[in-house]
């Protein structure tokens, strides 16, 4: 397919996967007897027909969290990439990548398809073929074809399930005439199907090593904010910079969503001469842990992270000189700081769409810095930002002060909580990230180092973390282990806390040991 059929076909494409996804979503709802999704499916209908009319056959499969259409990548914003994803997680579970769709359906055969989808069991382990079954027995096997998930293994050694393309097994559906297609008999000619990969091909979406691909996506995301802010007066590139960066968002609510705790580390890899992006990126990570703390949705999530990502917009605008300049600041300098909503209001009107995600931005970046009695109706994103925010910049080095160890930032935060911070939500920040931590290095009772993993989930025992012991020197990472405080195995002594230890004077990277796998974890318990 060329560019011009995909530019023609992304439109209605786009419209129809968000159509069906929320049919998807009504038919587990409601019963078929329902009118409900009458109206849904008249539409889903509609779009086939002008889908169809480009081509023999209308197929899409999922490859590398994108969807491919006819074998070419469907354009979107990002707005209506995160709809997808949602969309491509409802056929993931059913172990489907993509559909192929060969002609039109009535609507009693759009009620067997979705409810054929919505209601399959999810917990069967045969659950693809278990659909397919039921479709073929319906009668629908001619009309649309589906593509399954396949089990592989991942470069980096991780068994992932991931979207293989491949026809559907039994023989090629025809139809008459399909033009570029080998001949058939009887005048029919064979449906071409999305090209396979080749051997040793394969197309991961999330399911991948997640520690390596937590740090790939925290590096990316600084290199796509940089690349953004450079282009922010040119509007040509601005808006492909915009989508590369929302993806790089979407990517970080992944990696928050599986075991956030896990990844607080990331936030303890900070670079003075990079500080911008740097903070802007943990702002992103610490605001997303508040947020699960607090059960957003997903949308919710990505809304917020992308607020987050640009709070601080408006300082890119500012001389580096100032940034980064040691000692006081005069009253001339102070003013000139305090412009930095004001610019970054301004360098975010020249994005587009115009739309209610940039609405909260725009609120984000005028209200992160007011003080909470200035503004009692801050926009809730505001609030979990400034919490995120006040805690990266006291455990951050500055040019005119250095870093608050975490512990103490912490009890800065409580004593801040009601005064500049919303204190309900100080105190959920707190509960999620605990008293010490992850990433904070500690001495223990027996004078041992660890690095606290994550926080106990019981406030009664939040001094008593899990840890990654790493003994007297504190440096052989193959020889680290993980001890949890609260319940040490029967051949361990009872630890404690005793203090907060500054890792620099050991050579330590605690990001580096958060993110590797020991050998012996399972020993630990």
Partial sequence: MDASSGDVLSGPSNQ???????????????????KILLAPMARLGSLLQE???????FSFQSRDQNIFVNDARLRCDGPTFLKHQDFLKQLEVRKIS???FMDRLNLDQWKVLLYTVARANRKSPQIFEEIQKTLAEKGLAKLVALFPLATAVAPDGVVTES???????GPAAAVPGAPGAGAAPGGTAVIPFPRAAGRGTMVRRVKRNPRLFAG??????????REYYRSLDDRDRLGYCQIRLQRAVFDLVSVCEQEGWRYFGLVNNKKLSDYLYNHSVNVTVLSLILGLKMSLSRPRLAELAMAAMLHDLGKSKLPRELLEKKGVFSEEERKQ???????????LLKAKPYNESLLKRLLVVA????????????????RIIAIAETFDALTSDRPYRPAFAPDVAVQMLARLAGEKLDPLLTTAFIQAIGLYPSGTLVELSDHALAIVSHPHPEASSWRMPTVRLLGLKGLDKSRTRLVDLSK???SDPARTILRVVDPRPFGISVTGFLLEEPVNDRAAF
Avoid: C, W
């Fill in 51 to 57: 889908l169809l009319s480009h081509g023999p056959l």
């Fill in 337 to 347: 700081l305090s412009r930095h909503p004001e610019l970054g209001i301004r360098a």
């Fill in 216 to 225: 790939r996506t925290y590096v990316k995301s600084m290199l796509l904010l």
């Fill in 367 to 382: 209200e992160h810095h007011r003080p909470l009695q200035e503004k009692a109706d801050a926009h809730a994103y505001s």
């Fill in 488 to 490: 040490p195995p029967p």
């Fill in 163 to 169: 979207p293989l393309p491949m026809p559907p097994p």
């Fill in 16 to 34: 129809f996967f968000i159509s069906l996804a929320g049919a998807i979503n009504q038919a587990q709802l409601y019963e078929a007897e329902n």
């Fill in 98 to 100: 993509g559909m192929a």
